[in-house]
């Protein structure tokens, strides 16, 4: 099996190296992900300028461009032979609820799904962890589990690991993304020269948390696989439109 790694840490990044490791053991893998950290690229493509494909002293792959680009880039020509799965990872941090909007990991994953590829987004759910090997065995099983019995068609996973050993971890459980409450506050600061600028402020915290979220299912120890998808027509809402727009 020939699986396609990315990530939007870059390709430096110690989930990616684990991650990469990890999967070495069950398939042929190779490795294209950002130059640099990318994190909150989403789904953006690289269309103003020529991206270039570089190959480190460790065999991956990297681009000077986004996370999407690396995967478009890898499945669309780089390799004679298309990868049979994408899995993009291992974040350092959760990808829950609203943070797939956002998120570069889901977006790697994601452009392979439209590519026609079963992908997967690993992310672990801690900013201080130092050990990603759990959530990258997490990874290993997933993948074990799409061999013996395969999709019939593409399928898009965010996966979330909660931070803790292997032998504790809870059972995969199907969850539906949460939502969090709107964002905190942009963080204002000064430069040596005195320009005014801005960081954007930290997610916000979980509003919908219940039963059956991703956030309930981490927070209790399980580890959350939460099928996605592309279509974000508001099927609920084309009637009222129709009838605002006929008046």
């Not at 915290?205 to 219940?210: S, Y």
Request: a negative charge.
């Amino acid at each position: 099996m020939r699986i396609l790694i990315s990530n939007d840490d870059g390709y430096f990044a110690p989930g990616i190296a684990t991650l990469a490791q990890a999967l070495s053991n069950v398939a042929e893998v190779m490795v294209v992900a950002p130059e640099r950290d990318r994190s909150g690229a989403s789904n953006s493509l690289t269309l103003d300028r020529p991206l270039t494909l570089r190959r480190a002293a460790n065999g991956f792959y990297y681009v000077d461009g986004t996370p999407s680009d690396c995967v478009h880039l890898a499945v669309t020509g780089i390799f004679e032979e298309l990868p049979e799965m994408v899995i993009s990872g291992v974040n350092h941090g959760a990808n829950m609820g609203d943070d797939t909007i956002y998120s570069g990991t889901v977006a790697a994953a994601t452009e392979g799904y439209l590519l026609g590829v079963p992908s997967i987004a690993v992310s672990l759910v801690s900013r201080d962890a130092s050990d990603f090997s759990a959530a990258a065995q997490v990874a290993v099983d997933l993948v074990h589990r799409f061999l013996r019995q395969p999709f019939r068609e593409p399928v898009l996973l965010n996966v979330n690991v909660p931070d803790l050993p292997y032998e504790r971890l809870g059972a995969p459980c199907v969850t539906r993304l949460g939502r969090r409450h709107k964002a905190e506050p942009v963080v204002r600061g000064t430069t040596p020269r005195g320009e005014t600028v801005y960081w954007v402020g930290a997610a916000g915290r979980a509003a919908d948390a219940g039963e059956g979220t991703d956030f309930h299912a981490v927070d209790n120890g399980l580890i959350s696989v939460t099928p996605l998808q592309i279509d974000l027509t508001h099927i609920a809402q084309t009637g009222a439109v129709a009838d605002w727009l006929s008046q």
